[in-house]
T-cell receptor, first 111, second 114 residues
């Protein structure tokens, strides 16, 4: 069965510093991986996805993610964090016609 | 292009009642999925519809049902509500139901069962 794991419940980072939100996956076959962000009382917003090709995927709001097949990881990154990036981040993997989500990582960016 | 819309945004019901939630997908999207989000269980898949056919269903009791109309709009129904059904119900639409198609989510319906 497909699954993703987000090992950190919360990540704290100072504004202007680089941020990384970790995700590891377990799939059979080729993985289709996604990152979503959720702001309070809102639905999930799509950030980026990996299907195939370049291991570094660029997405919305300056976010990018690095696909690493040997480490089965798909970490979300941003070179310079903003206070407005504070939110709940979900990694997901496609399993046929549904998404399997990780437990989420709360990102807190301090001024 | 308008995003996914869900109505109502908030609902308060009592145990034993039933509720119907509505979702309008992005124009041109034929796949609609429903998820339940709770603090304890996280995001859990309920079911997925593609061209009016239920293609997959998650591990939820039969009290949870849904349907999709010819215009791709979808409804989900929960009968005989229980306290544990209190959750944020999210609808997502996608152009395709397989592979690398991303899903776009609506703002959700917050259901509170008292």
């Amino acid at each position: 069965a497909q699954s993703v794991a987000q090992p950190e419940d919360q990540v704290n980072v100072a504004e202007g510093n680089p941020l990384t939100v970790k995700c590891t996956y377990s799939v059979s076959g080729n993985p289709y991986l996604f990152w979503y962000v959720q702001y309070p009382n809102r639905g999930l917003q799509f950030l980026l996805k990996y299907i195939t090709g370049d291991n570094l995927v660029k997405g919305s709001y300056g976010f990018e993610a690095e696909f690493n097949k040997s480490q089965t990881s798909f970490h979300l990154k941003k070179p310079s964090a903003l206070v407005s990036d504070s939110a709940l981040y979900f990694c997901a993997v496609r399993d046929h016609d549904k998404l399997i989500f990780g437990t989420g990582t709360r990102l807190q960016v301090f001024p | 292009k308008a995003g996914v819309t869900q109505t109502p945004r908030y609902l308060i019901k009592t145990r034993g009642q039933q509720v119907t939630l509505s979702c309008s997908p992005i124009s041109g999207h034929r796949s609609v999925s429903w998820y339940q989000q709770t603090p304890g269980q996280g995001l859990q898949f309920l079911f997925e519809y593609f061209s009016e056919t239920q293609r997959n269903k998650g591990n939820f009791p039969g009290r949870f049902s849904g349907r999709q109309f010819s215009n791709s709009r979808s409804e989900m129904n929960v009968s005989t509500l229980e306290l544990g059904d209190s959750a944020l119900y999210l609808c997502a639409s996608s152009f395709g139901d397989r592979g690398g198609y991303e899903q776009y989510f609506g703002p959700g319906t917050r259901l509170t069962v008292t």
